[in-house]
Antibody, heavy 118, light 106 residues
Framework: EVQLVESGGGLVQPGGSLRLSCAASGFTVSSNYMSWVRQAPGKGLEWVSVIYSGGSTYYADSVKGRFTISRHNSKNTLYLQMNSLRAEDTAVYYC????????????WGQGTLVTVSS | EIVLTQSPGTLSLSPGERATLSCRASQSVSSSYLAWYQQKPGQAPRLLIYGASSRATGIPDRFSGSGSGTDFTLTISRLEPEDFAVYYCQQYGSRTFGQGTRLEIK
């Protein structure tokens, strides 16, 4: 079964850091495009970052320079390192596989909540 | 950047009725890149439709998608109680999502 499980969310002060993890099963992270998408409380979906199978990375302007996406091939795990966190980064963070044969995000993990507050 | 605008913001209908949700793009998009997702409270989004009109695996045939260019539609032919949720359209090329349509029980 293809599955994604996020972890690492929590409460952090403004200016702090947090690293999210997304463990994959049923497929190989390094052979796929993998994205992070977030959802602020009561709001819609916002794409955050992607890492391509070849290793190239891209970011939304709202997080560029503060967030870093990476992966650990042997652990089959995706990461999102978040630095200089702001209140507006408060959201549920989902990891998702990009399926290039259908140009979609599928599947999604269950999400992990990040709260930035003093 | 392509902006997707969904309408209406909220749609109030009864089980058994037909639902029509709209997604309008700020410029023409390839139908291949247009998808729809369903999200229920406390859950992750689930893929419903890809390529504007193809149902994802396991999606009931009461869900259908159509459209091209800048105007796309998600139709639910006869609403079941489990269909009341928030629906998002998405354009893969710029990885943008619409703001969502909340489908609520009338």
């Amino acid at each position: 079964e293809v599955q994604l499980v996020e972890s690492g969310g929590g409460l952090v002060q403004p200016g702090g850091s947090l690293r999210l993890s997304c463990a994959a099963s049923g497929f190989t992270v390094s052979s796929n495009y993998m994205s992070w998408v977030r959802q602020a409380p009561g709001k819609g979906l916002e794409w955050v970052s992607v890492i391509y199978s070849g290793g190239s990375t891209y970011y939304a302007d709202s997080v560029k320079g503060r967030f870093t996406i990476s992966r650990h091939n042997s652990k089959n795990t995706l990461y999102l390192q978040m630095n200089s966190l702001r209140a507006e980064d408060t959201a549920v963070y989902y990891c998702a596989r990009e399926v290039r044969s259908s140009w979609t995000f599928d599947p999604w993990g269950q999400g992990t909540l990040v709260t930035v507050s003093s | 950047e392509i902006v997707l605008t969904q309408s209406p913001g909220t749609l109030s209908l009864s089980p058994g009725e037909r639902a029509t949700l709209s997604c309008r793009a700020s410029q023409s998009v390839s139908s291949s890149y247009l998808a729809w997702y369903q999200q229920k409270p406390g859950q992750a989004p689930r893929l419903l439709i890809y390529g504007a009109s193809s149902r994802a695996t396991g999606i009931p045939d009461r869900f259908s998608g159509s459209g091209s260019g800048t105007d796309f539609t998600l139709t639910i032919s006869r609403l079941e109680p489990e269909d009341f949720a928030v629906y998002y359209c998405q354009q893969y090329g710029s990885r943008t999502f619409g703001q969502g349509t909340r489908l609520e029980i009338k």
